[in-house]
């Protein structure tokens, strides 16, 4: 409570800190009380506290910006918030800039941030949040953001390796009755160069963390994994969404709510050799849900848990059972010739 204010004061940020220092309230919701350790991969089957989790968008009632909230849910009504002065990550916030983190619990119908007397209240998918004298300061809504790039459609000439009707790109792997790609599968084809377009949706764990939490991975030619992960709201590490495991961090967390589709698309150079000798490393660009977070990256070598070896033959590609069930739709794959 004492270091909410004194960022408050060091910062002059005191929207943020009556966010920190409020309340929040979600009116007519029970709360269910969810087994430890209950994953959910069913948008329509999930607990209360998934309706409160998300993202949260507004404007400061001086017109000095916008505020963004991510609302993490931790399980049986704790939660944890992420503020982000200046706007949500991709859109307004980038690395970097100001962030503030904080936690609470849900008890006789709010989640209270106490410090100070400043309150900040969650309902009807808004948070309003008012100063010491009941002025309003900020009044944020509840978005729900969609890949730019969810839906896009193969280009003349690429393999179309799931399109929801089988999986026989992928020998061996799975389909669930709703036709998605369940993690664990190889492709048949092995590639060189290309551009990879995989849609993917982690699941809801609450009570799950890290790398526990909807963890899979894009392995191109099954060499070098691009990390899938649950990991809405937390840093942006290499071994979190968006990175490239072990090498390198995203340049900003574009990371959606569980149980949210999300994209990659993925440029990708192979590594080149001359005989047995490596002469030039991998490289990617990699855009989450439509944003650049590795720019040309060079990888110098195979990442953890790679199934394949470094070599100058193609390789498949590679959706990582870990365990969580991550689901996939609408991959396909353009090689450059």
Known sequence: MHYARHVWQKTGLGVWAAWCCGAMLWCGMPLLNAAEGTTYDDPAKVDADYAIQGEYLGEKADGSGKLGVQVLARGNGKF????????????????????????????????????????????????????????????LKKVTRESPTAGAKPPAGAVVLFDGKNA???????????????????????????????????????????????????????????????????????????GIYGISDPAVNMCYPPLTWQTYDIEYTAAKFEGDKKVKNARMTVKHNGVVVQDNVEIPHGTTAAPVAEAATPGPLYLQDHGNPVRYRNIWLLEKK
């Open 80 to 139: 944890h918030a992420v503020g982000y002065d200046g706007g949500l990550p991709g859109e307004g916030w980038d690395r970097g800039d100001t962030k503030h983190e904080t936690d609470g619990e849900l008890k006789n119908g709010e989640v209270v941030f106490a410090a100070g007397e400043h309150r900040a209240v969650l309902k009807d998918g808004g948070i309003t949040i008012t100063g010491s004298a009941g002025e309003v300061e900020a009044t």
């Open 168 to 242: 026989a790109a992928f020998p061996g792997a799975k389909v669930t009755d709703d036709h998605l790609l369940i993690q664990g599968a190889t492709s048949k084809q092995t590639f060189g160069d290309c551009t990879l377009h995989v849609e993917f949706r982690t699941p809801y764990q609450p009570h799950h963390d890290s790398q526990a939490r909807g963890n899979s991975g894009v392995y191109l030619q099954g060499r070098y994994e691009v990390q899938v992960l649950d990991s809405f709201g937390l840093e942006g590490k290499n071994n979190e969404c968006g």
